[in-house]
């Protein structure tokens, strides 16, 4: 990479890095993207995993930017179908309530409004219905769980769900990577270049040998999230940019619902989501201001009991307890916003700082703010912005047709069957759709894997689906370095709670035996590990 001057240096392989990478390389721009941990690992692996609309920000008039998410939401369905699926949401109504049944009710019409045309040219299972209104009893046979005591009926609408926000974002990557962009993770930006005024690249320590080597470009965009202030502390001569960052945390427990994701609303009139996912509940999320170090953000135990309260109160069936919590973690939202009270009530729009424009520093450009659902087209604005700078033609964007890796299928009920009647490895049904829903048409990528070695047909762990052949997989053409870049987001094993020593044990043999690890390295990464999925 430092052998190259490139046309665009991204520094973060988030989600919009990640599709920055994308979009700027199917443009034809000479592409570097780094991240000083691993793709995916920071603000994209910490979201209730929903690719929604915002229904709520209806309430503070944000017509344009829901308008946005929802066309977003079709445009993501359609290039990623094996990450985005529709997900029945409930939203029961009381009396008395702060959010009556009939601001909802026209805030429903509202939505489907907005998004009259969700489903225009997407396959039968993607295709999303309007909403309809249930009855107090309907709804209680529905949802058994739901609060009965003043109930007064429900809303049912629909919005999707993104089966693994970490491989998600790795898909961009691995897209931008197959047409020529050059990516890292573990490469830490420590200084920014400069030349005569200009912004030049940045100097990028390699965390695995700790070389640092300079990375040149005539463009670079720092998309760092929760760090952008920090990079651009590097930059002498900026202005500086305060980020406010949002706390949230989200925990997953036995499942409490039935088959709807659930929308409650706190006395104070703050949302929770309750979220069907693998077969248990996610529940989230808070949004506290956070002012501490942004790289030693942490779940307490006062925020998992805070949050358990609350959701005991809007869902008392439930009875949910500490010893319930199977996994939970946190994450900051960076807030473009300094002016709002609360960072709950902060919009999620983005902001795009063009420095050599506001600042006369050339060769830099800032986003801050944003929501995952909108990153693509956040990128796609970038994108126009970095071929303007560099006095390029500007060409049309791809993105919103062109299908991302894993994503170059027509039905995923089709696929799925396909290779469940194939099936030439004998993996079984169970395992065969569990593939497809992981690597989507990008499954048949571990077939050499399963022909060559026969024991990578074997389960990983006791009752999972995932296989050895994963491991090899994802060290081989995925960049996973550590273990917990593979239980965490090569997979989503870690994920569902403590998966056990044994399990633990296993993939870090298979990882030490591919990357010839010592066993002092072992221990680090199993420690690691189990560090990562603590609950406190």
């Known amino acids: 990479m430092s052998d190259t001057q490139h046309d665009l240096l991204i520094i973060g392989g988030g989600i919009t890095g990640a599709c920055l990478a994308w979009d700027a390389t199917l443009r034809g721009l000479r592409v570097a993207l780094v991240d000083k941990g691993d793709f995916g690992s920071a603000t994209t692996a910490a979201t ?6 915002g229904l709520r920000y209806l309430k503070n008039s944000e017509f344009s930017l829901v308008r946005e998410s929802l066309q977003e939401r079709k445009i993501l369905s359609r290039i990623a179908p094996h990450c985005v699926f529709p997900i029945p949401f ?58 009965p005591e003043g109930l007064t009926g429900a809303y049912l609408y629909y919005d999707c769900q993104d089966f693994n926000p970490e491989r998600f974002c790795l898909e961009f990557i691995r897209s931008a990577a197959d047409r020529g962009a050059r990516i890292a993770n573990y490469a830490e930006v420590v200084d920014i270049l400069r030349a005569k005024g200009n912004i030049e690249g ?107 309260a609350d959701l005991n109160q809007c869902m008392p069936a439930a009875r949910l307890t500490y010893q319930d919590v199977q996994h939970c973690y946190a994450g900051l939202r960076p807030i473009v916003e300094q002016d709002v009270a609360s960072v709950y009530d902060a919009s999620r729009r983005y902001e795009i700082y063009d420095h050599g424009e506001e600042e006369g520093l050339k060769g830099m450009v800032t986003v801050i703010g944003g929501k995952y659902t909108t990153s693509r087209h956040l990128a796609e604005k970038v994108v126009t912005l970095i071929l303007k700078r560099l006095s390029r033609t500007s060409s049309a964007c791809l993105t919103r047709q062109a299908p991302i890796h894993g994503g170059d299928l027509t039905s995923m009920p089709d696929t799925i069957r396909d290779a469940i009647g194939k099936d030439p490895f004998h993996l079984g049904p169970t395992v065969c ?86 066993p002092q390295r072992v221990e680090e990464e199993v420690a690691g590990f189990r560090k990562q999925i603590r609950i406190p």
Request: glycine share 8%; aromatic share 6%; hydrophobic share 35%.
């Open 48 to 53: 209730s995993k929903l690719i929604h609309g």
């Open 90 to 147: 409930l939203i029961p109504t009381y009396r008395n309530a702060l959010y009556n049944r009939w601001a909802l009710k026209a805030g429903m019409i509202f939505y489907d409004m907005l998004s009259i045309d969700k489903s225009w040219g997407l396959p039968e299972d993607k295709r999303i219905p309007c909403h309809r209104s249930l009855s107090r009893d309907t709804a209680l046979q529905e949802e058994p769980n739901l609060k």
């Open 202 to 308: 940045a100097l990028v320590r390699d965390g695995v040998t700790g070389q640092e080597v300079p990375l040149r470009a005539k463009m670079t965009v720092n998309v760092t999230g929760p760090w952008a202030d920090q990079v651009l502390g590097m930059c002498k001569g900026l202005q500086q940019r305060k980020v406010r960052r949002s706390k949230g945390i989200h925990v997953i427990t036995r499942p409490i619902s039935s088959r709807y994701a659930i929308a409650l609303f706190t006395p104070k009139g703050r949302h929770i989501f309750v979220l069907p996912w693998r077969r248990r509940s996610l529940i989230g999320t808070t949004d506290t201001e956070y002012v501490g170090d942004p790289n030693q953000v942490l779940v307490e135990r006062s925020d998992i009991e805070a949050f358990l």
């Open 433 to 518: 759709e569990h593939l497809v829903r992981t690597y989507g048409s990008a499954h048949t990528e571990l077939s050499p894997i399963l022909e060559e070695c026969p024991e990578s047909r074997e389960p990983i762990c006791e009752g999972k689906e995932d296989i050895v052949a994963q491991i090899h997989h994802a060290v081989n053409r995925e960049m996973c370095v550590t273990l917990s870049d593979f239980l965490l987001r090569r997979t989503g094993i870690g994920t569902l709670g403590d998966p056990g020593e044994e399990c633990t044990r296993r993939c870090a043999a298979r990882m030490a035996e591919l990357l010839r690890w010592p």
